[in-house]
């Protein structure tokens, strides 16, 4: 798995002071597991790829229920998608020891963005596939059994299944931990 800033070197049609500038806007930092990395309310929001370790995102709602929103293993970038304007309405924190790259998200959007344009690396593939597993998610729960949400879960995940609690698991399912359990009885039983 190459690390984020290794994958700049992918410009070679960019300057060094292009490459270098954005690479100096990029630490490496390390979470033990459990640190917040953002809090909600928060102003400020970074872009946090995963080199090793595993987060989560996450909202809260008026009764205090985490609603988890997606995770980020090895190789996965983390980052909240709303206005960098506003406070940030997800939580993301650390499941296992994490290190990740980090970059604030308005330099992201400064530096790195207007560089892909420049030198025709913008890929836009790698964006609708991350739009398209949003959208297949949000049909999903709105329309899917919990099983089908379950193997799409599997699908997306595959690495992670053994990493984090079920309660987690079905919380990103828009499940009860029962309900979990049952859908993994029946599709064991089903195999």
Known sequence: MKPFSDM???FSEATTSEIELLKQ???VKKFKKGAILQHKGGLNTYLY???QGLLRSYSLDLKGKEHIFMFASEGWMITEASDINFPKEL???ALED???EMIDRKIFVELYLPLTLKH???NPESLFKRISVMQKRIIMLMSASAIERFE???ETYPNIIQRVPQKMIASYLGITPEALSKVKGDRAKNK
């Open 120 to 122: 025709n690396k913008f």
């Open 25 to 27: 806007n990029i630490y």
């Open 8 to 10: 700049l070197s992918h």
């Open 98 to 100: 994490t290190e990740v």
């Open 91 to 93: 939580v993301i924190d």
């Open 152 to 154: 799409h879960f599997i």
């Open 49 to 51: 790829f995963v080199n």
